[in-house]
């Protein structure tokens, strides 16, 4: 009998100790797939930065010509870097990258126009 309750004893401590190595294996190999994942993703937003540089230079073709020109190139370096390409979290990064260079190019154009409105009114003063 008491062989019996030392063998029971001995297997529930087993199988806690062997569900808590488990868990702990399982949780080690979801985080640093999610690193992964979050390296890859800064790779490719970091990549798309001279891309936009690049598609701006393009003054005769469109909003989306542009887009799909810099949506190209990021697919382009996801292949060679061997990085899933998730176009749908690409195309929203470049949207918001556009936006806030758009937001940014305003305040500093605004900025720039109140600059030379005064620069304007000064010289009018001169010559009236």
Sequence with gaps: MKNIEIILSLAGT?????ITVLTFVMKTIKSV??????EQA????NAVLPFIREAEK???????EKKAYVMTKANQF???????????????KIEELVALTKQVNIKST????????????AISKIWL
Excluded at 33 to 38: D, I, V
Excluded at 42 to 45: A, F, L, T
């Design 33 to 38: 797939k999610a690193k992964k994942a979050l």
């Design 110 to 121: 605004t900025k720039e126009k109140a600059e030379i409105k005064k620069e304007i009114q």
């Design 58 to 64: 393009f003054t005769s073709y469109t909003g989306l």
């Design 78 to 92: 996801a292949l060679s870097n061997r990085i899933p390409f998730k176009e749908i979290q690409v195309s929203e």
């Design 42 to 45: 800064i790779k490719i937003g």
């Design 14 to 18: 087993s199988l806690g100790l062997f």
